[in-house]
């Protein structure tokens, strides 16, 4: 089945940084890759997400790169704020029923 | 903003003890999705259902029964409980209007077998 590997396991950095958050899968045909955060104390909540027809998306702060070729994908967050220390999810789905695999996480803690 | 509620929130219970975990969701959702959260693994999907009387067997089965009655209503179930089953567990729906592939999830329960 679908194997969904994140790097790095965990970060931390000043307030006002920029991060990168790497993402892969292995089922090619897995097509809609949504990411979640959970703040600490918090239930998961959805961020943003890309299709496979889709090279990048941008909401906000946050820029996701998808490449279908190498199934890698990226997240980069800029301008942190201590408001975004979380463990960010990364998720892979083939498009039935919503059923998503998820990556292990990576825990963000940014420092004021 | 959809709403899952899970009970309990903390259960403790010793090995080859019976244990329901509860969800409801008051959203007209039509699936709805048992997760397990452990440290270096994330989330891995125990069991799912796009319906009432629906059951689809997940990543990580073994061990666990779920029900569907209703809509609203998903129980994840552990009859033999065992030390290997502690963990963080998570009830997630999706499947309502514009935002249909959006995963809501519950705050959680946290389930200690002795």
């Known amino acids: 089945g679908e194997q969904v590997e994140q790097l790095p396991s965990s970060l931390i950095v000043q307030e006002g940084a920029s991060v990168l958050i790497n993402c892969s899968y292995t089922d090619s045909a897995s097509v809609y890759f949504p990411w979640y955060k959970q703040e600490p104390g918090k239930r998961l909540q959805f961020i943003i997400d890309?299709?496979?027809?889709?090279e990048r998306k941008q909401t906000q702060r946050l820029t996701l790169l998808f490449d279908k070729k190498t199934k890698h994908l990226s997240l980069h967050i800029t301008a942190t704020q201590p408001g975004d220390s979380a463990i960010y999810f990364c998720s892979a789905s083939i498009g039935s029923f919503n059923k998503l695999t998820f990556g292990a996480g990576t825990r963000l803690a940014v420092c004021p | 903003e959809a709403a899952v509620t899970q009970s309990p929130r903390n259960k403790v219970t010793v090995t080859g003890g019976n244990v329901t975990l509860s969800c409801r969701q008051t959203?007209?959702?039509?699936?709805m999705y048992w997760y397990r959260q452990d440290t270096g693994h994330g989330l891995r999907l125990i069991h799912y259902?796009?319906?009432?009387?629906?059951?689809q067997i997940g990543d990580v089965p073994d061990g666990y029964k779920a029900t569907r009655t209703t809509q609203e209503d998903f129980f994840l179930l552990l009859e033999l409980a065992s030390p290997s089953q502690t963990s963080l567990y998570f009830c997630?729906?999706?499947?309502?209007?514009?935002?249909?592939?959006?995963?809501?999830f519950g705050a959680g329960t946290r389930l200690s077998v002795l």
């Open positions: 997630a729906s999706a499947g309502g209007g514009r935002d249909q592939n959006t995963l809501y």
């Open positions: 259902s796009y319906g009432a009387g629906n059951l």
């Open positions: 890309i299709r496979s027809n889709m």
């Open positions: 959203n007209s959702h039509n699936y």
